[in-house]
T-cell receptor, first 112, second 117 residues
Framework: AQTVTQSQPEMSVQEAETVTLSCTYDTSESDYYLFWYKQPPSRQMILVIRQEAYKQQNATENRFSVNFQKAAKSFSLKISDSQLGDAAMYFCAYRNGNKLVFGAGTILRVKS | GAVVSQHPSWVICKSGTSVKIECRSLDFQATTMFWYRQFPKQSLMLMATSNEGSKATYEQGVEKDKFLINHASLTLSTLTVTSAHPEDSSFYIC?????????????FGPGTRLTVL
């Protein structure tokens, strides 16, 4: 079974600084998708960024970028120029086929 | 963008009663809908996957007789918690997927907070 591990229960970052959230996963598949979701206090799940496993190039969405290391099964999220609105729970997720498997989540706190 | 709604957003019920939660895709047809359960400060756990017009597929450990799922149309899925008990209190989230495109992205509803007294 596929598993997703987020080893950082909580992280803090100063406003305007950069923070990296870690994620590792376990799978025997070669074709799959990886996602980072943000869940703010409203609890609405928001897609931050996605990565196809067959693509070597790391995905980037404005201030958000990933470091995808397929051989190491690692998928970290870097948030640059952190803003107060980035404070939320962040979930790493793996998808092969239909189902999403989520990590335990990392609470990100942004200090002003 | 694709919008998914849930109703109600929160509900309080007495132990032993049944509660129905609706999940609607507002501007697209969803071939597949998913139901998740989330306890405070924890991750989302998939409960079941439903396809329009067919029976839902439940994850291991989820009681299908307790959590009834109906996906009657391409825009509506319902989750009924039957004979609810305090341990069923949780945050329930649905998502919907179009089944199209390489991503077949899941779009999430805003969630329903269920409190059973």
């Amino acid at each position: 079974a596929q598993t997703v591990t987020q080893s950082q229960p909580e992280m803090s970052v100063q406003e305007a600084e950069t923070v990296t959230l870690s994620c590792t996963y376990d799978t025997s598949e070669s074709d799959y998708y990886l996602f980072w979701y943000k869940q703010p206090p409203s609890r609405q799940m928001i897609l931050v960024i996605r990565q196809e496993a067959y693509k070597q190039q790391n995905a980037t969405e404005n201030r958000f970028s990933v470091n995808f290391q397929k051989a190491a099964k690692s998928f970290s999220l870097k948030i640059s120029d952190s803003q107060l609105g980035d404070a939320a729970m962040y979930f790493c997720a793996y998808r092969n086929g239909n189902k999403l498997v989520f990590g335990a989540g990392t609470i990100l706190r942004v200090k002003s | 963008g694709a919008v998914v709604s849930q109703h109600p957003s929160w509900v309080i019920c007495k132990s032993g009663t049944s509660v129905k939660i609706e999940c609607r895709s507002l501007d697209f047809q969803a071939t597949t809908m998913f139901w998740y359960r989330q306890f405070p400060k924890q991750s989302l756990m998939l409960m079941a996957t439903s396809n329009e017009g067919s029976k839902a597929t439940y994850e291991q450990g989820v009681e299908k007789d307790k959590f009834l799922i109906n996906h009657a149309s391409l825009t509506l899925s319902t989750l009924t918690v039957t004979s609810a008990h305090p341990e069923d209190s949780s945050f329930y989230i649905c998502s919907a997927a179009t089944g199209r495109g390489s991503y077949n992205e899941q779009f999430f509803g805003p969630g329903t907070r269920l409190t059973v007294l």
